[in-house]
């Protein structure tokens, strides 16, 4: 196969599949065109059943059935009119991904004729197969029967195909002995522990708010390479990433990608993204070239963490759908390219009032607001006590690869503060009180720029967990999960610091201490005994490595290391006391994390023995054969032989010992297939890629039978 042709067909024969017409009016025509939001829903039923369902979506009342039937006509009627032929149950099992079972509005009746019907029933409740999903042992096979619930709190959409579109309705999933089955349900959950803790508190601050919940904006990096390279590549195929693949004489050294000029093609792609996500409500806002060559990002605003993690996984289905249209393929995995920067899902967290209140903004004077206080020492707490779950909440083989390289955080959960904050709270330990370090001026040296506002403290981009400004954004998330789960946990663990301080609290307030001096107690006494999760310095730092180790934090290297922690008893007490998962719950979920684990590393296991058995190791060996055909006597081919055959012999040897590796499994148990994986699996297809790479860099081009790195990240 002559490579140069698939270089040149990727560079000049891709062509605009299906694209459609973009529209300019975002504002008017474009946002939110296929949502039924509250604001249209309300004009489409009576003012008695609105009323009820905001109470609903707004205090969270339990829902009334016997509305469903107006809303559910009213719901059909708005889909017919957007073009829709089908409705379907849209949900997050816990395979990270959607699921959706399709059906027809129309019915058959008398006389060969149809009728478009949608009842309440079947708004509120379907039936999808529950033993088809991953339910860690809460569904034997033989037990199907499994429900959806409809989510009121997430609007319904449109999805668009090219020959039509579908009703999406964001439901739950649970099993028919009532636990979750999916990643809706305990992020529900999650929102209302930390509204009832938040709203604890918040009485005594003089606050008045019917609901406090978590907000978030998801930042996604991802690759686009040409369709021509990821259809030659099976490992990309079978795998999402690289399982071999020389480094290039040109990777991200030049640091000339990172907010560079986007090519036409992929600005093209991003419009059209960007027009169908804003169709969806999704307030994308910004988009740019990121540090690797071909990668990229976009990032949306701020929102209800339910209704983020909702758009979350559209914006993920839309960019994979939307490159095939330009000739392209959308990678989401963690780490598609070796050597090179892989991608996160950089999650900005916070916590807000329906009144608008951000309860992590600092204001002009952070030292005097006691409420900020008070809520940032229940995150730094919450980090501390629960790092482990943080780190399990980020756990996958695919994210193991990012993970204390050097374009994400480490394995070890630490907090930056920044130089304001952390000066404010050292003030307060020791007494000094006061408001330490301010913001300032920018000056130039040129009249002609403007002085810039410049803020107290620095950012920290090697920080896992960063305050931000009035937010901390979770930078250990890996860009092919879903956010749902690591905000559960986040929305869990900073409910239940925030009950910790809350008892510190009262318990002063009992022995007749004002709530002001009860809480600045408390506060100074809870970021005394959790100080040691603050780090504001170089997290990629072999010293920082030694110091956490210093300080008993965590270091769970690998994603087996962290699941293994996921039913320690605290965390089992944790999650059954706010409600969030029950201990069926966790022990199903640590069970599908080993079990997703082990087939996702299986797979790579048996795609690197494939490639390599099939299609390097024959490139190879015919090399080897034409070279061995030479009967001139050439130093340079009796060196090109002799490197051909030491590299073709390491091959085969690493090839065979990763052989028995695949067919040794490791054990009957899934924790114990998933640590053979782990240990013995992966360190094989790592020598079998060392041999592989080493081959690519001396074989004759057109014997090398896959697409190189320096095609696949250069040609755009």
Avoid at 191 to 202: F, G, H, P, V, Y
Wanted: proline fraction near 5%.
């Amino acid at each position: 196969m002559n490579h140069d042709f698939d270089v040149i067909s990727a560079a000049r024969n891709w062509r605009f599949k299906d694209v459609r017409q973009v529209s300019s009016d975002i504002a008017g025509e474009v946002f939110a065109s296929d949502v039924l939001d509250m604001d249209e829903l309300r004009e489409l039923v009576s003012k008695p059943v609105w009323k009820s369902l905001q109470a609903t979506i707004e205090k969270g009342t339990p829902l009334d059935p016997s509305i469903a039937d107006t809303i559910a006509l009213a719901m059909k009627k708005w889909a017919l009119e957007k073009g829709a032929t089908h409705y379907t149950h849209w949900f997050h099992p816990l395979t990270g991904y959607t699921a959706e079972k399709h059906d027809s509005f129309y019915s058959p009746i008398s006389e060969g004729k149809v009728i478009a019907s949608f009842t309440g029933k079947e708004l509120i409740q379907a039936e999808p197969d529950a033993s088809s999903f991953p339910s860690g042992g809460l569904r034997a096979t033989f037990e199907a029967r499994g429900y959806t619930a409809w989510d009121p709190t997430s609007p319904a959409f449109i999805m668009r195909h090219s020959n039509g579109a579908t009703l999406c309705i964001p439901t739950a999933f649970a099993s028919w002995t009532g636990e979750a089955l999916d990643l809706k349900t305990p992020l529900l959950r999650s929102i209302e522990a930390l509204n009832k803790s938040a709203q604890r508190a918040l009485k005594y601050f003089g606050l008045q708010a019917n609901k406090v919940s978590s907000t978030l904006g998801a930042e996604q990096e991802y690759f686009l390479i040409d369709e021509e390279f990821y259809f030659r590549r099976p490992d990309l195929v079978m795998t999402g990433r690289t399982l071999f693949g020389a480094k290039p004489p040109r990777g991200q050294e030049l640091e000339d990608h990172y907010f560079g000029s986007i090519p036409d093609r992929v600005l093209s792609f991003m419009t059209d993204v960007e027009n169908q996500l804003y169709a969806l409500g999704i307030p994308v806002k910004t988009r740019h070239n990121e540090v690797a060559p071909g990668q990229y990002e976009i990032a949306p605003i701020f929102e209800p963490s339910n209704i983020a993690a909702d758009h979350q996984q559209l914006i993920m289905q839309v960019l994979k759908n939307t490159a095939r249209r330009y000739g392209l393929v959308a990678l989401l995995h963690e780490k598609p390219f070796a050597g090179i920067n892989g991608s996160g899902k950089h999650c900005n967290w916070s916590m807000g009032t329906d009144t608008g209140i951000n309860l992590l903004e600092p204001g002009d004077t952070p030292h005097d607001n006691l409420q900020f206080l008070f809520f940032c020492a229940a995150v730094i707490k919450a980090v501390d006590v629960h790092q482990d779950l943080l780190r399990i909440s980020v756990a996958s083989a695919s994210n193991d690869h990012r993970l204390g390289a050097n374009e994400a955080p480490p394995a070890i959960l630490s907090i930056f503060l920044g130089e304001q904050l952390t000066d404010i709270l050292e003030r307060l330990v020791s007494g000094k009180g006061g408001s330490g370090k301010k913001a300032g001026v920018l000056e130039l040296g040129t009249p002609v720029l403007p002085p810039l506002p410049k803020h107290a403290g620095d950012r920290n981009r090697t920080s896992p967990f960063a305050f931000t400004g009035n937010k901390f954004e979770f930078r250990a998330v890996g860009s092919s999960q879903s956010i749902s789960f690591p905000i559960t946990v986040l929305n869990t663990i900073v409910a239940d610091a925030i009950d910790a301080l809350m008892d510190a609290v009262e318990a002063r307030m009992k022995k007749k201490m004002a709530f002001e001096q009860a809480a600045l107690e408390v506060i100074k006494e809870t970021y005394a005994q959790h100080k040691r999760i603050v780090f504001n310095g170089d997290g990629y730092s072999a010293a920082w490595h030694k110091e956490a180790a210093k300080r008993g934090l965590l270091n769970l290297r690998t994603a087996i290391d962290a699941i293994e922690h996921f039913t320690d008893e605290k965390n089992i007490k944790l999650f059954t006391r706010l409600g969030v998962l029950n201990e069926r719950e966790i022990h199903a979920r640590q069970e599908i994390m080993y079990d997703i684990y082990f087939k996702q590393v299986n797979i790579e296991g048996e795609t690197t023995e494939w490639i390599a058995q099939t299609q390097i190791l024959p490139g190879a060996l015919s090399y080897l054969a034409e070279l061995s055909e030479i009967e001139v006597k050439s130093r340079a081919a009796e060196r090109t032989i002799a490197q051909v055959v030491q590299a073709t012999d390491a091959l085969s040897d690493a090839l065979e010992k990763l052989k028995a590796q695949n067919a040794e499994l490791g054990g009957d148990e899934v924790h114990e297939k998933a640590h053979h994986m782990r240990d013995n699996v992966l360190p094989a297809m790592a020598e079998v890629r060392k041999a592989a790479d080493a081959l690519e860099r001396i074989l004759a081009d057109r014997y090398w039978p896959l697409p190189s790195y320096r095609e696949m990240l250069f040609v755009k």
